[in-house]
């Protein structure tokens, strides 16, 4: 025998609070440094000129369209349309996406009955359906929202049919033989067998939801961060279209990380940072 | 029970958990054992002792919170240690004979090898005909068979089995039993198998240790009198029921104790 391995406590073991202290703390800093990178390069690109800064700004330059966006108002009124909008619809859709998925993902008949038209539905560009929405529901916020929804259901009823498609066997049998009715068994092992699952599609369509309003704001152009992206392109104010698009952003993410925070609160059963994987 | 060499030493070791409530769960140790090469060594010990945690810290899934294993290795294989888990560990998507291949893939042996030592273990488990089925299609003792090939096929120097057999009906725990022996007899090499059944450990093992209610601690080592090559005979052998009324004697207050440890404290 040439070789010895040894298993010997690392440093996890030795000093467990540490060690998660600092994994806590290298988090936050992974996670910052990344952001902070990108824009220390974003400038670098503009000062050593490797592109004109004038069709590109440099984030230095976006301080100064910030403070005259916010001075005339003009941005808090567009965050504050975008955001109602955006929340409205993806509430709504959620919603609907989350029962419609829920009773299809139970009901064998449901599924055979809708899965067809719903996934040739699901295909069809939402921005395509724009003129129809326009002419049901008129020019504005109301239509803006709907065709939000009508992205995000689809998503999410996808994501929630298959997740509770997915939920294993032996847990619906368990179930059966404590003489659980439908109901029952869709409140004590499916809904919280597929809530994981659920909740990563809630995420991915709540960035879709940010994605569709941008998109939909460019084209009607009425108000919100999608038409203060649009009017800085065409009226060449291009610091008015960067604070826009950053914004859009970072309400993205916010959105996402309120989502994951709200399925933390849900499910409570599992840790979402302990996956396996060699070193 | 002589064996030439030292393959496994464990000194002082334990294991903590953190719980979620943050709390600390003092698991496993310190434990103390020394496990010969080629010897086939048994782990008894009441549920929620700590067999499994000690298992996977020699098999390196899991470092002990202090102490140190060491295992001696040939340094000639890629995959030296194999472990069979309870819940078998072989996978859905792959058929029987890719989960027993995985292991020679992942060594980097040529294909016609390959074939030659899966069709052989398919060949002495009793899986040849199933061998491009898919496992959902096999009962529970057919996948342990295919985990227990798969575990094999690599030909390691130690092999970890964790409570193996344990979600199998009787009667097909006593033929794998028989079967294991077999193949083992055939072609001896270190076994950590941990279990719950004593006649299994008296049975199959070189040598018993018993394990304490958590943390557990190794509270009897006997060595197994019967000769080699043995068979499933030595059941009626009246030693066998009084080393295994030893065993159980040892082994009885720990039970309680575990037991009880889970039990409302008023």
């Given amino acids: 025998m040439s070789t010895t391995l040894y298993r010997r406590p690392g ?8 060690t998660r202290r600092r994994w806590n703390a290298t988090k936050v800093v992974l996670g910052v440094s990344v952001p902070v990178g990108f824009v220390v390069l974003w400038q670098l690109s503009a000062v050593l000129e490797w592109v004109d800064p004038f069709l590109y700004p440099p984030p230095s330059r976006l301080i100064p369209g910030l403070v005259a966006l916010w001075e005339d108002g003009k941005l808090v009124e567009a965050t504050v349309t975008s955001v109602r909008r955006v929340i409205l619809g993806y509430l709504l859709g959620a919603a609907g996406g989350l029962v419609v998925g829920l009773l299809m993902g139970m009901s064998r008949v449901l599924r055979a009955a809708l899965e067809p038209f719903s996934w040739a539905w699901y ?78 599609g809630l995420r991915i369509s709540a960035g879709v939801s940010v994605l569709m309003l941008v998109g939909i704001e460019f084209v009607i152009s009425d108000q919100g961060l999608g038409y203060l992206i649009e009017q800085g392109r065409t009226l060449l104010l291009l610091e008015q279209s960067y604070v826009g698009i950053v914004l859009v952003a970072l309400i993205g993410y916010l959105f996402a990380l309120l989502v994951k925070a709200i399925g933390r609160l849900f499910i409570r059963w599992t840790s979402d940072d302990n996956a396996i994987i060699p070193t | 029970m002589d064996h030439v060499g ?81 819940d078998y560990g072989i996978y859905p998507w792959k058929t029987v004979r890719a989960n027993v291949e995985l292991g020679l893939r992942l060594s980097g042996r040529p294909p016609a090898e390959r074939r030659e030592a899966v069709d052989d273990w398919l060949g002495r488990l009793g899986l040849t005909d199933f061998a491009d089925v898919y496992p959902s299609a096999l009962s529970g003792g057919m996948r342990q068979r295919v ?8 030909d390691p120097e130690v092999l970890l089995m964790d409570e193996p057999f344990a979600a199998l009906d009787a009667q097909l725990r006593e033929v794998l039993q028989d079967e294991l022996l077999a193949i083992w007899q055939a072609r001896r090499r270190t076994v950590v198998f941990v279990t719950h059944s004593l006649e299994e450990a008296l049975l199959l093992g070189d040598r018993v240790v018993v394990m304490s209610a958590r943390p557990g601690r190794v509270i009897a080592d006997i060595d197994v009198p019967f000769e ?15 080393l ?15 037991f009880d440890a889970g039990k409302d404290p008023r």
């Fill in chain 1, 11 to 18: 440093v996890a073991e030795l000093h467990p609070v540490r």
């Fill in chain 2, 147 to 154: 985990s227990i090939a798969r575990a094999l096929a690599i």
């Fill in chain 1, 123 to 200: 295909t069809v560009p939402k921005l395509a359906l724009l003129p129809i929405f326009l002419t049901i529901f008129g020019f504005g916020d109301t239509s803006v929202v709907v065709l939000i929804a009508a992205t995000v259901y689809f998503f999410v009823w996808i994501s929630v049919m298959s997740a509770v498609m997915a939920v294993p066997t032996g847990y619906r049998e368990a179930a059966l033989m404590l003489r659980a009715n439908r109901w029952e068994m869709f409140r004590h092992v499916l809904l919280p067998a597929a809530l994981p699952e659920i909740f990563v």
């Fill in chain 2, 244 to 258: 295994r009324g030893e065993l159980w004697s040892s082994l009885h207050s720990e039970v309680v104790a575990q």
């Fill in chain 2, 6 to 86: 030292r393959r496994i030493a464990a000194r002082d070791v334990t294991r903590s958990f953190v719980t979620t409530g943050r709390s600390t769960v003092h698991a496993l140790g310190p434990v103390d054992l020394s496990i010969g090469d080629d010897e086939f060594l048994c782990v008894v010990g009441p549920s929620g002792c700590g067999k499994s945690t000690l298992l996977k810290i020699i098999a390196g899934l899991l470092a002990p919170s202090s102490g140190e294993v060491a295992v001696e290795i040939s340094g000639d294989n890629r995959i030296p240690i194999a472990m069979v888990f309870q």
């Fill in chain 2, 228 to 242: 080699r090559p043995r068979s499933s005979a030595i059941r009626t052998d009246p030693l066998f029921a009084k």
